[in-house]
């Protein structure tokens, strides 16, 4: 760490006459916070660069004051500035950082170098985990694409329901596994349009076949693509696909696979309800509890790249009780200021990660392929097209693993949006607990995400396993705000192009990248 001092020490003159102009511009808090004292020095500190080599219009982090994607503008701030900084006990959330200096270490020469650091850090010894990140660390406020600081905070937990290894009345609902005959295209690489194209097969890859036409398409090995019913806005850029005949099609529906089964993915259980199976698709993760006591932890494998419809439930002037706006193929949760809480004991309704979802009004019998149904085959009534098929965990203890694939760390890990918060990064949040209303603001980490969770200022707690967990993940949707912490020195999105108020689909963020980190594996960047 000494290596960096004189560094530090250096740009504390340019840091000292940056602080009030970043403090007037940048100190916002939400209501869930009580006034910060005015900055009386920032922390920051000119960044090393000599590991970095930025592209030409890249900015850096520690050196840029703002820089914007095409859903955020990130603006530095001291941590001074940063809503209950100094209240929050570091030494909760270090374990998580650690264990996410396990993936990051391979993300560069600037995270090497920081996580080689932090192994010398005491990890008992919170003022001096709150040095590490100040010194290490820059702050930037997360805001939207219309510059608005204040975001949706909600909560999620790991399920557990009852089941069964064995298909036997009540337990008639299966857990799939990954189909084996799905297939993967990735989205930047298809032609634009609607049009057909031919595609080869490889391996488990779609290929598009250039300089080939329709009347090609007869040749072996050949395939007809029609891009009109692709999903192109997936988080990973993935188009999930199906051979039917000559034919590639999107691979199956959640009602397609509900009354025509799964025949290639391997049932992993049974359980005995429909919306409890949906609320643990929506979750990412569960625990399914056997008759004999024993437990089968699933963890998230794959989705089958239909995009995420929930049907909403709706309030009695016949608006959707959880406001929302589509972007694309994508729902994002907004900002609600009535009250909630009958929502969470309401049994007509399912909450789930802030949403307020209708039950169906009747689930009937599936199609599981190998068994007979004890009924006519209805399906569960369940109307979203998207579908998350699972995978056994192997680990019985700890926190479900998460998109990271690191296990969470119960009140400190958090799901966000990989195109504005990468995963693996420090992420402060001030919000409010729910039901209490108090305060609660503290240092997480970003590991989790998921088809619900689009939106720059967007973050969802992990409250872990329980019923109390299962309790405040319901109840939790709030407001809030975040700042993510940049090592000093890391290539970012490139600079602002403007101070004005940016709206959406103006040309300002036209062209500007739609990931903060780029080269970061589960934000792919057009």
Known sequence: MNTRLPIFHAALRWAAAAAAML????????????????????????????????????????????????????????????????????????????????????????????????????????????????????????????????????????????????????????????????????????????????????????????????????????????????????????????????????????????????????????????????????????????????????????QNGQPFRPTLAQAPNGKPRSPVKVRGASIELELDDGDEDDAATDTGTIRTRGFTLARPATSGAVVVPGRRTTGAVSGSGIKDPSYVFFKESPSPSGGPVGAFGVPLSAGRSIAVDPRSTPLGYPVFVSTRAPGTGAPMQRLTIAQDTGGAIRGAVRADYFFGNGQQAANNARRMKERGQLWILLPRGLAVAQAAVSSAIRTRGAAVGAGLPQCLVPTEGVCVDD
């Open 23 to 302: 403090a007037a511009g940048c100190a916002n808090t939400p209501p869930a916070a009580d006034t910060a004292a005015a900055p009386t020095a920032a922390t920051t500190a000119a960044p090393d660069t000599s590991a970095s080599r930025p592209a030409p219009g890249a900015s850096v982090a520690g050196q840029a004051r703002t820089f914007s994607t095409q859903l955020a503008t990130y603006t530095a701030v001291s941590f001074d500035a940063v809503p209950g900084w100094r209240r929050d006990d570091f030494s909760e959330s270090w374990p998580a950082f650690l264990t996410s200096c396990k993936v990051l270490t391979g993300r560069g020469a600037e995270w090497r170098e920081v996580c080689a650091r932090a192994l010398k850090v005491d990890s008992r010894n919170d003022t001096a985990i709150r040095a590490f990140f100040e010194q290490e660390f820059s702050a930037y406020q997360i805001r939207d694409d219309d510059r608005r600081p204040d975001g949706v905070v909600t909560g999620y937990f790991e399920p557990e329901i009852p089941g069964s290894r064995q298909y036997a009345p009540p337990y008639i609902y299966p857990v799939y596994g990954q189909p084996e005959d799905m297939l993967f295209a990735d989205a930047r690489k298809l032609p634009a349009g609607s049009g057909t194209v031919a595609a080869r097969v490889e391996g488990r890859n779609v290929v598009v076949q250039t300089g080939l036409s329709t009347r090609d398409m007869g040749a072996p090995g050949l395939y007809a693509l029609d891009l009109s019913g692709i999903t192109r806005d997936t988080l990973d850029r993935k188009v999930r696909l199906r051979i039917e005949g000559k034919q590639l099609l999107p691979y199956y529906t959640r009602e397609e696979i509900e009354t025509k089964g799964a025949p290639n993915a391997k049932v992993l259980a049974f359980v005995s309800s429909a919306t409890a199976l949906y609320e643990m698709q929506i979750q990412g993760s569960g625990r399914i509890k056997l008759a004999n006591g024993d437990i089968i932890r699933v963890a998230y494998a794959e």
